[in-house]
Every structure is written in C-alpha cells, then in structure tokens.
C-alpha cells in the first residue's frame, strides 16, 4: 500500500490546497513531501493564511501555474525572493490574488 500512495503522490500534477493553512505548512516544511511533489504543474494555494515561504520552494515544484494568497505575509527580505521570481517568469502562469497586501 505504501509503495501504491508514493506512486499517486508522485503522479500528482494538479494539487490544491486552498484554505490548507496546516496542511500546507506541513506539505511546505517537508524536502522529503516536497520532493516527491516535483511532478505537480498547478499548485493552489489560496488563503493560506502564511507568513512566510520558503525559498527554495521553486526547486521542489515544476509549477507552471502558481495560485499563492494570504494576508498575513510577513513582508521583509526573507520574502522578496518570491516577488523576484514571479518577476522573472519563472512560471509560465501565476495568478497573484487580490488577498495578497
């Protein structure tokens, strides 16, 4: 069964989280969860409620859309990674809501 769930896990392309805020901190604090969602090509992450993120997330995630919200950023350098790489299209989609302040 274990060998089955890694399988699915890794089959992943699509995976929402919205409104996850526990689940999505356990998933983001993770390399070995991360690791085996490298397949996923449309993370959604809305009302998340987090603070902060972390900053190699890119590497784990073969994005090409992005859903990320929360209005409790924690907005200092820790975070300007993520404006720099949204700014550099590293995605091919992402949607920045309007929750984001």
Same mark, same amino acid.
């Given at each position: ?13 699509? +995976?929402?989280?919205?409104? #996850? *805020?526990?689940? &999505? %901190? ?9 690791? $085996? @969602? ?18 190699? +997330?890119?590497?784990?995630? #073969? *994005?090409?859309? &992005? %859903? ?9 350098? $820790? @975070? ?22």
């Amino acid at each position: 069964m274990l060998c089955y769930t890694v399988f699915v896990i890794q089959s992943l392309r699509r +995976l929402e989280l919205d409104s #996850s *805020s526990a689940l &999505l %901190r356990s998933v983001f604090a993770s390399d070995a969860v991360l690791a $085996r @969602l490298s397949g996923v090509s449309d993370l959604s992450a809305r009302s998340s409620d987090l603070t902060r993120i972390r900053d190699d +997330l890119p590497s784990f995630f #073969s *994005s090409r859309t &992005l %859903r990320l919200s929360s209005v409790r950023w924690h907005c200092d350098r $820790r @975070l300007i990674w993520l404006r720099d790489w949204l700014l550099r299209g590293e995605t091919t989609h992402s949607e920045i809501a309007d929750e984001n302040r």
